[in-house]
T-cell receptor, first 113, second 115 residues
Framework: RKEVEQDPGPFNVPEGATVAFNCTYS??????FFWYRQDCRKEPKLLMSVYSSGNEDGRFTAQLNRASQYISLLIRDSKLSDSATYLC??????????????FGSGTQLTVLP | DGGITQSPKYLFRKEGQNVTLSCEQNLNHDAMYWYRQDPGQGLRLIYY???????QKGDIAEGYSVSREKKESFPLTVTSAQKNPTAFYLC??????????????FGPGTRLTVL
C-alpha cells in the first residue's frame, strides 16, 4: 500500500462547481498535513496546511480525519485558474527526526469555461 | 526577495557525463532537500540535509551525490551511475522548528534531459 494515496483524476468540472479531493495515508503517527498545488511544468507551491479542527482559506476548505486516516480538500466556486494538480502531503513523523514529507502522486483538476 | 533559486532551468547531458545542479536559498532555512519528479508520479526524495556538513540519503540516492558546505547552498551531482537521470529535479528548504508544521518551499526546478 502506498504511504499516501490520491485519486489521480482527471477531474473536469465547469466553472463555479464545487469539487472535493480525498487523500488517504498509511502512517497513523503522521503529524503534519498539507495540500500543495502544482501547475504544469512548475514547482509545487503550498496551498494550505491542514489542521485537526479543519480550516478554511477563502474558497478552499481542508479537513483531517485521523480515525480514518484521510484528509480532504474542498474547492467552492471553482475558477479557471484553479486548474492544476493538487498534491496531498504528509509528514510521517515516526520516520525520524528529519522533517521529511511524503507526497501523493497528485489529483489533476481542469476547470472548464 | 527571499526564496530558493535553481540553475540551470534546462540542462542537457550526454550519457556518461556527470552534471551538477545548483540550489541556493536565502530564507535562512536549516533543512534542504532534493527531489525528482517523473511524469505522472509524485516527488521522490533523493537527499536531504538538516545542517551544514551533514546530509542523509533519501529513498532514491543511488547515482547521486550532494554537499552542504554552506547553509545557503545544496548542490546535487547527477553521476553517470544514475541509470535513468532524465527527470524534473526540485530543490526545497524548510525550517526545523519542533513537531509543528514544517512546510517545504520549492525552487523552480531543473529539467534534465540525457541525450
Amino acid at each position: 500500500r502506498k504511504e499516501v494515496e490520491q485519486d489521480p483524476g482527471p477531474f473536469n468540472v465547469p466553472e463555479g462547481a464545487t469539487v472535493a479531493f480525498n487523500c488517504t495515508y498509511s502512517n497513523s503517527a503522521s503529524q503534519s498535513f498539507f495540500w500543495y498545488r502544482q501547475d504544469c511544468r512548475k514547482e509545487p507551491k503550498l496551498l494550505m496546511s491542514v489542521y485537526s479542527s479543519g480550516n478554511e482559506d477563502g474558497r478552499f476548505t481542508a479537513q483531517l480525519n485521523r480515525a480514518s486516516q484521510y484528509i480532504s480538500l474542498l474547492i467552492r466556486d471553482s475558477k479557471l485558474s484553479d486548474s492544476a494538480t493538487y498534491l496531498c502531503v504528509v509528514n510521517p513523523i515516526s520516520s525520524g527526526s528529519a522533517r521529511q514529507l511524503t507526497f501523493g502522486s497528485g489529483t489533476q483538476l481542469t476547470v472548464l469555461p | 526577495d527571499g526564496g530558493i533559486t535553481q540553475s540551470p532551468k534546462y540542462l542537457f547531458r550526454k550519457e556518461g557525463q556527470n552534471v551538477t545542479l545548483s540550489c541556493e536559498q536565502n530564507l535562512n532555512h536549516d533543512a534542504m532537500y532534493w527531489y525528482r519528479q517523473d511524469p505522472g508520479q509524485g516527488l521522490r526524495l533523493i537527499y536531504y540535509s538538516q545542517i551544514v556538513n551533514d546530509f542523509q540519503k533519501g529513498d532514491i540516492a543511488e547515482g547521486y551525490s550532494v554537499s552542504r558546505e554552506k547553509k545557503e547552498s545544496f548542490p546535487l551531482t547527477v553521476t553517470s551511475a544514475q541509470k535513468n537521470p532524465t527527470a524534473f529535479y526540485l530543490c526545497a528548504s524548510s525550517r526545523l522548528s519542533g513537531r509543528g508544521n514544517n512546510e517545504q518551499f520549492f525552487g523552480p526546478g531543473t529539467r534534465l534531459t540525457v541525450l
